[in-house]
């Protein structure tokens, strides 16, 4: 039931480009992505909702495959203040709306 | 504008004790809900309230109960504490009963029970 997130843990250099992929066996309404940096709150980065187009903001980019249950964060031209632990949140048609499951989280780290 | 606002931000408890959490939504937001996040872990759903009532319930023991005041706060209570349930309690607010705006969290409150 929980997403499954891919990969674990990523380490890049300040200007590479990265992807996390999340993936759900039930049939999703919408993915959601946050980034939480140690000790602070999750932050809202987009949502993707069944039937829209791929999402982005600034040289971060997601997109949103409803046949496969899948989606993908495109993180382009990596800084050093993208890293920390991203997660997808997704919410699937059997459940109330609202109710958010998480994955168990990738952990970017941005080296200079 | 004040974003979400939890407190306290760190507890120590007593094994059986009793706790609760409290919660302010951006203004304006209408629904709360609760997460747990374990240390390495993704936050677990728990509760989420909107307009007062119960909406969703998380897989989570009847020792957990929350509820909403009609300023939209919220508190989380936890009865008869376990060492299992050492977390990161989250609110998050969102301006609608679903998640279409997306979540707004608050920095949480670390509870630890010895």
């Known amino acids: 039931q929980q997403p499954v997130q891919s990969p674990q843990a990523v380490i890049l250099r300040e200007g590479e480009d990265a992807v996390i992929n999340c993936s759900s066996s039930?049939?999703?309404?919408?993915v959601h992505w946050y980034r939480q940096k140690h000790g602070e709150a999750p932050v809202f980065l987009m949502i993707?909702?069944?039937?829209?187009e791929q999402k982005g903001h600034d040289k971060i980019s997601a997109s949103f495959n409803e046949k496969k249950q899948q989606s993908s964060l495109y993180l382009t031209a990596s800084q050093l203040s993208y890293s920390g632990t991203y997660f997808c949140?997704?919410?699937?048609?059997?459940?109330?709306?609202?109710?958010?499951?998480f994955g168990q989280g990738t952990t970017l780290q941005v080296k200079p | 504008d004040a974003g979400v606002t939890q407190s306290p931000t760190h507890l120590i408890k007593t094994r059986g004790q009793h706790v609760t959490l409290r919660c302010s939504p951006i203004?304006?937001?209408?629904?709360v809900s609760w997460y747990q996040q374990v240390l390495g872990q993704g936050p677990q759903f728990i509760f989420q309230?909107?307009?007062?009532?119960?909406?969703g319930r998380g897989n989570f023991p009847d020792r957990f109960s929350a509820r909403q005041f009609p300023n939209y706060s919220s508190e989380l209570n936890v009865n008869a504490l376990l060492l299992g349930d050492s977390a990161l309690y989250l609110c998050?607010?969102?301006?609608?009963?679903?998640?279409?705006?997306?979540?707004?969290f608050g920095s949480g409150t670390r509870l630890t029970v010895v």
């Open positions: 993707l909702l069944k039937g829209g």
């Open positions: 203004s304006g937001h209408k629904s």
């Open positions: 309230y909107y307009e007062k009532e119960e909406r």
């Open positions: 039930k049939a999703l309404y919408s």
């Open positions: 998050a607010s969102s301006l609608v009963e679903g998640a279409y705006y997306g979540y707004t």
């Open positions: 949140g997704t919410e699937s048609w059997s459940g109330n709306t609202g109710k958010l499951i």
